[in-house]
């Protein structure tokens, strides 16, 4: 997406606004989700003669935006800490006696489903569900609101120690999904907030 020229007039003169933070922010979230997406799209090509090379690239490049994503929330402070439950993941191959059933059943809110394309019939070699009603941890993460959209930021269960102010609130399971590189800030413009937070030289504008 083209950069406003708003936003190219405030980052020449050291400016970063909350609604630019949250552009950006938004831009290499969805971007980072849409190379965790690829990874996974790659993962099951196994007869792809570049599928390593193809996963290794889409590893980086989502490594690179949440990267970008956590320098952006560097100057933000989250309101509370979400607490997401972790379910038993259990897989299903075609083998199994009742996987016809399973798969009726679970169809819809399988989490990830195998086709072998070999041979082109695209048959299903396994799906894998949750099984809601067995919660075998919990993840937690740093919650930003900002004016458009909302964050999270992972952390460590042994990290809630450092946030002992912010109330913790219990969720169901987070989907997230990428979006269409079109509609978001270009990675240039991106880059350029990055640099000045990471200059320290600039001035944040809370609208």
Request: glycine share 4%.
């Amino acid at each position: 997406m083209k950069t406003s020229k708003e936003i190219t007039s405030n980052i020449k003169k050291g400016i970063i606004t909350k609604s630019m933070v949250d552009e950006a922010l938004y831009s290499a979230n969805k971007r980072a989700k849409n190379h965790r997406d690829n990874e996974r799209y790659y993962r099951g090509c196994c007869h792809n003669k570049y599928r390593e090379r193809n996963i290794e690239r889409e590893k980086e490049e989502k490594k690179k935006m949440y990267g970008y994503k956590e320098i952006l929330l560097s100057i933000l402070k989250p309101s509370c800490i979400h607490k997401e439950p972790l379910y038993k993941k259990v897989r299903v191959t075609e083998d199994d006696r009742y996987f016809k059933k399973l798969w009726k059943k679970h169809k819809e809110d399988a989490i990830r489903v195998y086709r072998n394309n070999y041979y082109g019939d695209g048959r299903i070699e396994f799906f894998e569900y949750l099984e809601k009603d067995e919660i075998i941890g919990y993840h937690y993460y740093l919650f930003y609101e900002m004016p458009n959209h909302t964050y999270h930021s992972p952390i460590t269960e042994e990290q809630l120690l450092d946030y002992k102010d912010l109330e913790v609130k219990e969720i169901g399971r987070i989907v997230t999904t990428g979006d269409d590189i079109h509609d978001l800030m270009s990675v240039q413009a991106v880059r350029k907030i990055i640099a000045l937070i990471e200059s320290g030289d600039y001035q944040y504008i809370e609208e």
